[in-house]
């Protein structure tokens, strides 16, 4: 039995020595590649929502978004993906970031050079609002500089707002 029992013990012994030693190379590799990594803004630790989680915020949300449907409002945002990330910390594209935009003012991020209209505009975004901006960006703020014509069908911008209160932190009181 005891020599059973020894000569595992050895293996184990030599085992994390090797082990090390790949992990010191890997290590050396990591470092010389680090500095670009570094240089990326970082985002903030949110953990993203699950499934479960997102369809009850959802269920949370004032009528008529908590009937949304998720799914139509994803596809009506691939509208506006060319434009628009939606991610904690996402870079500002021909637009900006939208990540928080709820109950936050018009024109209020600090790196994106937002039109005259749009930096001194004197609003917060609810749904009402981006409801109005989504249906004609053009009449609701004029002189603003987003190249979008619209979204005609109602449905359509109820399941975007609603998609996007879901997916860019926004918390029901
Ligand atoms: C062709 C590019 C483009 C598309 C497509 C587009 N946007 Fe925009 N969006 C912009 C620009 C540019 C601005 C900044 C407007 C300004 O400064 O006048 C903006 C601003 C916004 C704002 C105001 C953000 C803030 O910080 O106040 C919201 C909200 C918004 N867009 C939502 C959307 C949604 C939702 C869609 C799709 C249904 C969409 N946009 C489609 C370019 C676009």
């Known amino acids: 039995m005891s020599r059973l029992s020894s000569f595992p013990s050895i293996r184990r012994a030599a085992g994390p020595a090797i082990v090390m030693a790949g992990a010191l190379g890997l290590a050396a590799c990591g470092q010389s590649a680090s500095p670009a990594a570094d240089s990326a803004p970082e985002a903030p630790k949110a953990p993203a929502p699950t499934e479960a989680e997102k369809l009850a915020m959802l269920a949370a949300l004032p009528a008529p978004y908590n009937d949304g449907d998720l799914e ?51 609003f917060a975004w609810d749904a009402e609002t981006l409801d109005h901006w989504l249906q004609n960006p053009r009449t609701f703020l004029p002189g603003n500089k987003m190249s979008f014509a619209g979204l005609p069908d109602a449905t359509d911008r109820r399941d975007v707002i609603a998609f996007l209160k879901v997916e860019t932190g926004f918390k029901s009181e």
Request: glycine share 14%; aromatic share 10%; with cysteine.
């Open 72 to 122: 139509n409002g994803r596809r009506a945002f691939a509208r506006c993906r060319s434009c628009h990330t939606i991610t904690p910390g996402g870079p500002n594209m021909t637009g900006p970031n939208l990540y928080g935009v709820f109950g936050s003012k018009a024109g209020a991020r600090e790196k994106y050079s937002y039109s005259h209209a749009m930096r001194t505009a004197d």
